[in-house]
């Protein structure tokens, strides 16, 4: 099944595009004035047999959904660790129950997404290792 390709740029706008042409479809529409918006690092489509759900990450830390159906964002995680911590990387699990984040902190988060609540922190004293020296992309 094709969904598109989903696109995000350093103005913060995320748009959909057609996979088989290319063709611009429609940018979503944001929670947030234009002058807020933070620049948009990482996309990922939900696993499933029809997505809909698209989760982005970005420069200030946030989480955002977008509905392919409405056009639009329809929620938004401010992180607690807000500006101090870029987000890079994001991925689902197989199933699509749940993601993680990672960015500047060096830390792995894992969340419900259901709830789009924090289950875990991966850190060294999760993974008995040392951990990332640096940032995660």
């Known amino acids: 099944m094709i969904i598109g390709i989903v696109a995000c740029h350093s103005n913060g706008q995320i748009e959909l595009h057609d996979a088989d042409s ?19 690092t990482m996309l990922k489509w939900k696993p499933g047999s029809e997505p809909d759900s698209i989760l982005a990450v970005d420069i200030k830390g946030s989480i955002r959904r977008y509905s392919k159906k409405e056009k639009k964002q329809v929620f938004n995680v401010d992180t607690k660790e807000g500006e101090n911590n870029r987000l890079f990387a994001l991925d689902y ?45």
């Open 93 to 137: 699990s197989p199933d699509g129950e749940t993601f993680a984040t990672a960015g500047t902190d060096r830390l792995v988060r894992v969340y419900d997404d259901a709830t789009m609540k924090l289950k875990v922190t991966l850190d060294g004293f999760h993974t008995k290792k040392s951990g990332h020296s640096n940032r995660i992309f």
């Open 22 to 40: 290319c063709d611009y479809l429609f940018h979503f529409e944001e929670a947030e004035e234009e002058s807020k918006k933070a620049v948009c």
